[in-house]
Nanobody
């Protein structure tokens, strides 16, 4: 069984910084993309940032230049450094990973979500 466990998040003032971490564990053959999504109240879940296992990244336009995604393949972990936070960044942030548990089974897994609140 595969688990994604997130840590980080919390309350921060506008302009502040937070970092999120996510570690995958369980019966893992390989991990492809790892990334972060978020869902604000009343809105659909949206992509924040993704990093492939060969180092390519993709960011939502709204976070470019402020957020940085990184990855440690040896630790099966992905991180999100969030700077210059705005009130509109307030959301539940979810870790996502595309994981192969065997040669015939590759699927998306999700973390439990962590709340990020940007408020003065």
């Amino acid at each position: 069984q595969v688990q994604l466990v997130e840590s980080g998040g919390g309350l921060v003032q506008p302009g502040g910084s937070l970092s999120l971490s996510c570690a995958a564990s369980g019966r893992i053959l390989a991990i492809n993309d790892m990334g972060w999504y978020r869902q604000a109240p009343g809105k659909q879940r949206e992509l924040v940032a993704v990093r492939t296992n060969d180092g390519r990244t993709n960011y939502a336009d709204s976070v470019k230049g402020r957020f940085t995604i990184s990855r440690d393949n040896a630790k099966k972990s992905v991180y999100l450094q969030m700077n210059s936070l705005r009130s509109e960044d307030t959301a539940v942030y979810y870790c996502n990973a595309r994981i192969a548990t065997n040669w015939e089974d590759t699927r998306d897994y999700w973390g439990q979500g962590t709340q990020v609140t940007v408020s003065s």
